[in-house]
């Protein structure tokens, strides 16, 4: 069986990074940002990524795009959750990016019929776990079963799985009933080993500050280890640690979660400046390699929104034993059957 999976709400790919690093392929990943789609496709090294609003796209057109020779077994995405994020202090119950967990089940559901897929796995923030969100919550879950799935749920913490962060998010993950019958599944628990602050970026050398018109290939070391000028004078008066706005991070401990609004990227652990974006994504789990296309402000969007990878790594690995464990179990089935019919 090949394990080809579709994308949805692909981001700058780390779900996608992360299932890759477990043996999947991403054969279709979409996006309604053209920044995170030349990301995709600049790491992918061919046009996986397509933008696409995934708002107006009809189940029949997004069949129409997955490659013809392809036969996918799951599906994978993480809907915009800023209308569910307890940090987002505006968030309202009449959002219009809190339909799109239900765009995501009409799409799984049009390509279960197709395909028959394996799993789906569905991440967001925690807020949609919360008592605020309990009856959205459940008629998500409503629709994703009605798709043809059993639904576990499961919460993952970034720290758990050796990266430097703590940052909690809530995953769905479903199995298909008829080729699961009774199965369930346990969430991966972590990888053992702990990582702080200086394990990921103490050795970097200093980023290139942002000035109007600076290019990727003006940057050294690496095209994303650029930042905001410090024109503050919190970042030489030595109060660079007060307010929301100004946390600094500690060299020993873990990273605050890597979601950052407007001008409120951490604070280096030296104090005299902000984060690089490079630093952030070695924050995440993203490899060195890794790069992020678009302006300054657009890669700490996209390195915000991103699933760790070592934590979508971890979970792929664990659907992926399950798979193999069915298939194993089917195998013998069949030649059970072959050998009984044989006499």
Same mark, same amino acid.
């Given at each position: ?27 279709? +990943?979409? %996006?309604? @940002?053209?920044?995170?789609? $030349? ?5 992918? *090294?061919?046009?996986?990524? &397509?933008? =696409? ?104 913490? +970034?720290? %758990?799985? @050796?990266?430097?962060?703590? $940052? ?5 993950? *479903?199995?298909?009933?008829? &080729?699961? =019958? ?162």
């Amino acid at each position: 069986m090949r394990n080809e999976i579709l994308s949805l709400f692909c981001g700058a790919g780390g779900l996608d990074r992360g299932f890759f690093q477990a043996g999947f392929q991403t054969v279709l +990943a979409l %996006d309604s @940002s053209s920044d995170a789609v $030349r990301t995709f496709n600049l790491n992918a *090294g061919s046009e996986l990524a &397509i933008e =696409k609003n995934l708002a107006d796209l009809s189940p029949q057109a997004f069949l129409n795009l997955i490659p013809a020779r392809s036969q996918p077994i799951g599906l994978i995405g993480g809907p915009p959750c800023q209308g569910f994020s307890r940090g987002n202090v505006c968030a309202s119950f009449s959002d219009s990016r809190n339909r799109l967990p239900y765009r995501f089940a009409d799409l799984l559901a049009a390509a279960n019929r197709k395909y028959q897929l394996h799993f789906f796995v569905f991440e967001n923030v925690l807020g949609l776990g919360g008592p605020r969100q309990s009856n959205r919550l459940s008629r998500i879950v409503s629709r994703l079963r009605d798709a043809g799935f059993n639904v576990f749920r499961g919460e993952l913490n +970034a720290s %758990d799985f @050796s990266i430097p962060q703590r $940052r909690r998010r809530l995953f769905l993950v *479903g199995l298909n009933r008829e &080729i699961y =019958k009774g199965a369930s599944f346990e969430f991966p628990i972590g990888s053992g080993s702990r990582r702080c602050v200086a394990d990921a970026i103490r050795n970097l050398p200093a980023p290139k500050f942002f000035v109007r018109g600076l290019t990727p290939d003006q940057i050294p070391f690496h095209p994303n280890h650029w930042t905001m000028m410090p024109k503050s004078a919190k970042f030489t008066s030595g109060s660079s640690s007060d307010g929301r706005s100004f946390r600094k991070l500690n060299w020993d401990g873990l990273s605050p979660t890597v979601a950052y609004g407007n001008r409120e990227v951490h604070v280096h652990p030296d104090g005299g400046r902000r984060l690089s974006v490079l630093e952030a994504m070695l924050l995440q789990g993203f490899p060195r390699s890794y790069q992020l296309a678009g302006t300054l402000s657009s890669q700490i969007t996209q390195v915000s929104n991103a699933v760790p990878p070592p934590v979508a790594e971890h979970l792929a690995r664990t659907i992926g034993a399950l798979i193999a464990q069915n298939l194993l179990f089917q195998d013998r089935g069949s030649r059970v059957v072959a050998a009984g019919s044989s006499k």
